[in-house]
């Protein structure tokens, strides 16, 4: 039987290469947190507590128009995002099959070599990154529900507060829905170590290679090497 543990972590290494090509969200956050930031700052600086006869805002709507436009761009950001992550589908395939490929080709693929087990491991890989990228799509949404508010708002009835008073409301299910997926990505943490332990744990038959084949790798001379002097090897690249 193959090691476990080691199998796992070359798992790890991999997927860790494919999300660093991809797209991850974080900086999309950022851009939501400044954005938020940016917003309550205007709003305060434009507000008029004083009540003028036949106007129902209590905010300028010029700065509205800024802000509008900065939803705007946010939007842009968001699309951007998450085209380029692993929330969609294509790009996603895309990066896995380069990376498995590269990979393969260097000779720097511990967990199989079989054709069998390297298509399950696309599909295990498809779906963990798919499960671990909902964080782009999810911004996204609230992006796509912030602008609704800001750019019909500026360009139909900019004389009232509507946005400035409906927009804040969008932070609370933010929140909420942020906090529920880490608690999901958690969960899936530990149905993909099990999972992996069911599909590259298998017990060895009679086609297969015997115990110290596979826990073996070629070096760059056609080589025989033990598992020790691989690791080793991929530690000091």
Known sequence: MTNGYLTFLDYLELRRRVEKRLTSGNRLFLHI?????GATIAGVAGFNAIYTPGEYFFIDARIGYWVSAWSALLLAHGLWTYVRSGA???RRDHIIESEMR????????YLSDHPKDLFRLHGILND??????HLPMILLFYIFLNALLWLPWAITDARTSF???ISPMLIVPLVLTLATNIWVRARHERQLRKQLEQLFGYQQSDDDEPDYAREARLNSDDEMVTIEDYMLKRKRG
């Open 88 to 90: 969609s589908s294509g």
């Open 102 to 109: 590269e990979r393969l080709q260097a000779h720097d693929m």
């Open 33 to 37: 947190v400044l954005f938020g930031l």
């Open 128 to 133: 963990d990154i798919k499960s671990r990228s």
């Open 163 to 165: 946005a400035w008073q």
